[in-house]
T-cell receptor, first 114, second 113 residues
């Protein structure tokens, strides 16, 4: 149980394009989903928290117009990196939780912007 | 300010050599402490949740313990497949986002055959 998937696992795009990453909870309903970013050999940095049907809450320093988050249902959240630039290249990981308990993480999406 | 500190940063052990990883935390009120395992290029894999001082949980060669200020992840007779980064995270009771957790920087564990 408690499986979270992400799609795609890898994406390479040109600078200036937008990229959408999907996060799905496969066997449970996620009241809250989180989006993290991780740089090599560093820990996870929380970007935003999203609750189903409401606007995401962004951490300080994270541009909400740059990283658009939609949590349309209890099993799906999407992160769209708009007008991506090379500095947006990173490992993006989502997690999901129900009733504010343990977070279960997806396998991550590696983004490379050329 | 809520804070999580893990030590050591890296640990190299011989197969079968038991050891412990430390996670020290400072939070206004602890709702839960979590241990995760992360392999390179993958998302964190959930291991344990601890809620109160004195609590212990075990899974195969791993045992997690909790006090009021720190948690230990004990690894007994490790095998090379236990090599990974182990992450500790805490959830505070008074955080505005009830389920938000704060991660430590992790301990990179390497087990030599």
């Amino acid at each position: 149980g408690a499986v979270v998937s992400q799609h795609p696992s890898w994406v390479i795009c040109k600078s200036g394009t937008s990229v959408k990453i999907e996060c799905r909870s496969l066997d449970f309903q996620a009241t809250t989903m989180f989006w993290y970013r991780q740089f090599p050999k560093q820990s996870l940095m929380l970007m935003a928290t999203s609750n189903e049907g409401s606007k995401a809450t962004y951490e300080q320093g994270v541009e909400k117009d740059k990283f658009l988050i939609n949590h349309a249902s209890l099993t799906l959240s999407t992160l769209t990196v708009t007008s991506a630039h090379p500095e947006d290249s990173s490992f993006y990981i989502c997690s999901a939780t129900t009733r504010g308990e343990t977070q279960y993480f997806g396998p991550g999406t590696r983004l490379l912007v050329l | 300010e809520d804070q999580v500190t893990q030590s050591p940063e890296a640990l190299r052990l011989q197969e079968g050599e038991s050891s412990s990883l430390n996670c020290s935390y400072t939070v206004s009120g602890l709702r839960g402490l979590f241990w995760y395992r992360q392999d390179p290029g993958k998302g964190p894999e959930f291991l344990f949740t601890l809620y109160s001082a004195g609590e212990e949980k075990e899974k195969e060669r791993l045992k997690a313990t909790l006090t009021k200020k720190e948690s230990f992840l004990h690894i007994t007779a490790p095998k090379p497949e236990d090599s990974a980064t182990y992450l500790c995270a805490v959830q505070a009771t008074q955080d505005s986002s009830a389920s938000k957790i704060i991660f430590g920087s992790g301990t990179r564990l390497s087990i030599r055959p």
